[in-house]
């Protein structure tokens, strides 16, 4: 089992950053990805990104490449989520994910979920 919890998540005015923690436990870490969801009011779930615990490579969703950025510290089991230049159409509840193997887009293939973090962007 594997649990993860997420935080950083808060208020914060458009152009503004942000970032999120996902703090994982539960077994060691090795061909493990990480991932972001995000879920707007009213909207489907959507991918923001993932990252590969073991090498780190990354995937970014196109609508967001430039602001958004992920991070890891093997040492502390922990992935970040940086957002910057942030917009109104950010604002969303975040989602971290995991799952063993290799990256996915796919929501359906996590087995693993945080509980989720708000993200409210203001004009």
């Known amino acids: 089992q594997v649990q993860l919890v997420e935080s950083g998540g808060g208020l914060v005015q458009a152009g503004g950053s942000l970032r999120l923690s996902c703090a994982a436990s539960?077994?060691?870490?090795?061909?493990?990805?990480m991932a972001w969801f995000r879920q707007a009011p009213g909207k489907e779930r959507e991918f923001v990104g993932s990252?590969?615990?073991?090498?780190?490579?990354?995937w970014i969703a196109d609508s967001l490449k430039g602001r958004f950025t992920f991070a890891r510290d093997n040492a502390k089991n922990t992935g970040y989520l940086q957002m910057n230049m942030l917009k109104l159409e950010d604002t969303a509840v975040y989602y971290c994910?995991?799952?063993?193997?290799?990256?996915?887009?796919?929501?359906?293939?996590?087995?693993?979920w945080g509980q989720g973090t708000q993200v409210s962007v203001s004009s």
């Open positions: 994910a995991a799952r063993w193997g290799s990256r996915s887009r796919r929501e359906n293939e996590y087995a693993y």
């Open positions: 539960g077994r060691t870490f090795s061909a493990f990805a």
């Open positions: 990252i590969h615990w073991t090498d780190g490579s990354t």
